[in-house]
Nanobody, 124 residues
Framework: QVQLVESGGGLVQAGDSLRLSCAAS????????MGWWRQAPGRDLELVAACNWNGGDTHYAESLKGRFIISRDNTKNTVSLQMNSLKSEDTAVYYC?????????????????WGQGTQVTVSS
């Protein structure tokens, strides 16, 4: 099992950038695929980005491709989400999640461990 803790959320203006970080416990982190999910007010959970165990294979929601970047550092047990050119519609709670498979999944039930979430609010 693994524990995940997100940080880096906050209140920003449209056009700004934020970098979210997720710190994971345990040595098994480097074997897990990782994903960032978000839930906007009144909407379902949405997969924002995901990567495989070493970060070499990545996935992005089509609408976010080019604005968001997922990366990981297995020497530090961290995964990050760089968010650029933020828009008001990016306002959501962002969750870090771990998939015990080495390759990432795109389904909600593919993910086995979840962080507590961090709020990102983009004003316009």
């Amino acid at each position: 099992q693994v524990q995940l803790v997100e940080s880096g959320g906050g209140l920003v203006q449209a056009g700004d950038s934020l970098r979210l970080s997720c710190a994971a416990s345990g040595q098994a982190f480097s074997t897990y695929a990782m994903g960032w999910w978000r839930q906007a007010p009144g909407r379902d959970l949405e997969l924002v980005a995901a990567c495989n165990w070493n970060g070499g294979d990545t996935h992005y929601a089509e609408s976010l491709k080019g604005r968001f970047i997922i990366s990981r550092d297995n020497t530090k047990n961290t995964v990050s989400l760089q968010m650029n050119s933020l828009k008001s519609e990016d306002t959501a709670v962002y969750y870090c999640a771990a998939d015990r498979s080495s390759d990432y999944g795109t389904k909600l039930d593919d993910y086995d461990y979840w962080g507590q979430g961090t709020q990102v609010t983009v004003s316009s």
